[in-house]
């Protein structure tokens, strides 16, 4: 499991792409879309990824929270895309699991890291902004801080990517 | 002494607690926590720089990754919590800043 980190348009999503693809070979390629399809620009955006990823060979399953109920082939390389977004849905959408966003996060990632052949996942690192927040934003930057934690913990590779290039924190790029 | 840095929630307390083999009874008076918060309320930030050279290790959240706060004191709380971390740095013997967790050696042995 490869856990790539950065901040927004750092590069992340495309780096996370071509690391799936050096990974997969010729297994399967899903990926875990998480944005909650809500109003036309939602839709638009969700449209033209789908359409984009279909070109790579990408198999698209929208998945905005209940990580845990997803099923993919044991022998698919998995993108999934992101963990800001799963923690926001999570916590505050009326489908998530409120409190229960992180260890529900943390169990859909480890069941995928188990049944899969290689699984890229994609997160912020939003906590370096101050703490001057109110209530609701201070409790996700706190869950989403934990469940970035527990990641990179599971993950054999851990790195950061600015400007589309990536620092590793642990383990190696793959080869 | 040793500084922690790192974003929010990202482990720093933990490295702490592990670096003091953890020392839980000692804890309070080996290692200062999260020390950006005493810059606001400090005139001489080299005094206190100086002050907290006295502990083993002292931890400190980055403050300065997001938009600059259009509250004036919010913007002040800010900038003197990033220059503390900066005299406390040059005082450290080392210098460890935490990402989602995992430490990262940059100053002193280690590196």
Partial sequence: MLLVCGGAASGKSAYAESMLCRLSGSAPRIYLATMMPYGDEAASRIARHRAQRAGAGFETRECPCGLPEVSVPLDSAVLLEDIGNLCANELFDPAGCGDGAAGQILRGAEALRKNCRCLVVVTNELGSGGADYAGDTLRYLRVLGEVNRRLAAMADAVCEVACGLAEYYKGEEPA | ?111
């Fill in chain 2, 1 to 111: 002494m040793i500084l922690i840095t790192g974003p929010m929630w990202s482990g720093k307390r933990e490295l702490a607690k592990q670096l003091l083999h953890g020392d839980e009874a000692a804890f309070e008076t080996r290692c200062a926590c999260e020390v950006q918060s005493l810059a606001a309320g400090r005139e001489d930030l080299e005094a206190l720089a100086d002050e907290l050279t006295q502990y083993e290790i002292v931890t400190a959240s980055e403050l300065g990754g997001g938009v600059v706060p259009v509250d004036p004191r919010e913007r002040e709380a800010r900038e003197r919590a990033g220059r503390l971390a900066c005299l406390l740095a040059e005082r450290a013997d080392t210098v460890i800043r935490v990402f989602c967790g995992i430490p990262k050696v940059l100053k002193g042995e280690g590196k």
